[in-house]
Each structure stands twice: as C-alpha cells, then as structure tokens.
C-alpha cells in the first residue's frame, strides 16, 4: 500500500466535514461559498506533502499545524473558506502574503493564471520551492521579502490572499488590488482578528465585509536573515 492510498480516505473525510461547515457557513451568510471547482481541487490537493514528515499523520485533521519557526498551516476549513470568496478564475493573476510551506500556493495554481507567493522567512520559501517542483508546479513566482509592501513589479493583481494578520490593512497591498479586484485578509489585534473580504471596485473605491472571526499569526516587518513573519 502506497502513502497516498494511507491518506486517501482520511483526504475524504476531511473534505466532507469542511464541505459541510461551508454550506451551513453560506446559508448564514446568504451567499454561497461552496463551488465543485474548488471542491475538485481539494479533493486531489496532498495536504500531507506541504507538512514536516513527523506531523504528516495529523495531515487530514481540520486543524492548523506547525511547519516549523513558529509559523502553521492554516486550518483546511479556513484555506477552503479563503479560496472559495475569492472567485478565482483562470485569468487571474493572484499575489499570495505568506508562502509558508506553499499548501495555499499550489491550491492557487490550480484555480487561476499567474501566482506570485511573498514569504518572509528564506528557509520556508525554499522548502516551498522545493516541494512545490516534486509536484510538478513550474509557474508559481516565490520571493522571499516583506509581504506588507506587496510585489509592485507585477501588480496590479485580479486577486490577493493574505495569511498573516496585520493590525490595519497595509496600504501597499489596496493599491496594487485591480480595480475590480478582491483580497481575502486577517487584520486586527491579536485576539480580536477578523477575516475581510476587501473588493475594490472600478472607481477605485474600496469597500470591506467582515467573514468571521479568526487567529492568524501577526504579521511583522522584515527582521532580515533570520526574521519571522
């Protein structure tokens, strides 16, 4: 038996139980926030390959889980949630705030055009790369730099999504959102986080709805070689 056929049920599972938190989810919200494309995706998506081996067996629980240098996983229920409000399309060229170990990365990939990931930390940028290209993703652009200035060489950006809380919204990010855009982001004081979804529209105005309340890790500024985000 192979390791993928060890996770395949488990894969499952999970997928059925977050399915269920979004459609109760959506009918609070009287939207709705479950899409077969999305589904599809993370239905195949190996969650325990963007994992440190010693906690790969926990890979399929609907928990966040450590990567390594104080940083986690976001909980499937969340990274689902994130993924489905952005209504990604194949055109889209969407920036990512926090690589980590690119489990949101390649889910990205998979849903829109072009993906450009900020990480803060080098050494989790290079594992990402690493295990991103065993898997066969080639096109996602990672950088290694401080995520509240965005990546302006290549915005303005269809969509952002961004997994690190910072107190307010960093303005760099508003202004490289396409007008027309969307951006999923954490913001608020530690334990008074809420999940935004922030849409600008083709005046330029933005406009900003609360999702639910969250805890995401705080963003900081860039410490340098060896810092954290």
Do not use: C
Not at 94 to 110: F, M, W
Not at 115 to 129: C, D, F, G, K, T
Not at 154 to 180: C, E, S
Not at 198 to 215: F, N, P, Q, S, Y
Request: overall charge negative; aromatic content about 6%; proline content about 8%.
């Amino acid at each position: 038996m192979t390791t993928e056929d060890l996770f395949e049920p488990m894969r499952k599972r999970l997928v059925a139980e977050v399915a269920a938190q979004l459609m109760v989810l959506g009918a609070q919200m009287g939207r709705r926030v479950l899409t077969e494309r999305v589904m599809e995706v993370m239905q195949r998506m190996p969650r325990h390959a963007f994992v440190p081996a010693e906690v790969q067996p926990l890979a399929y629980m609907n928990t966040p889980l450590p990567i390594g240098y104080g940083k986690t996983i976001s909980q499937p229920f969340i990274v689902w949630l994130m993924t489905e409000l952005l209504e990604l399309e194949p055109t889209h060229r969407v920036l990512e705030i926090g690589t980590g170990l690119g489990y949101q990365a390649a889910i990205l990939a998979e849903l829109a055009g072009e993906v450009y990931s900020i990480e803060l930390i080098p050494e989790l940028s290079a594992q990402a790369s690493r295990r991103l290209a065993r898997l066969g993703y080639q096109g996602i652009h990672l950088r290694v730099g401080n995520g509240r200035l965005g990546w302006p060489e290549h915005a303005p950006f269809d969509r952002i999504i961004v997994t690190t809380a910072p107190d307010l919204i960093p303005p760099a990010l508003l202004q490289q959102l396409k007008p027309g855009g969307k951006m999923m982001i954490p913001a608020g004081i530690p334990d008074q986080q809420q999940l935004l979804l922030v849409e600008r529209a083709a005046d330029g105005k933005t406009t900003t709805r609360e999702i639910l309340a969250v805890r995401f890790s705080e963003m900081e500024e860039d410490a340098g070689p060896g810092g954290t985000s």
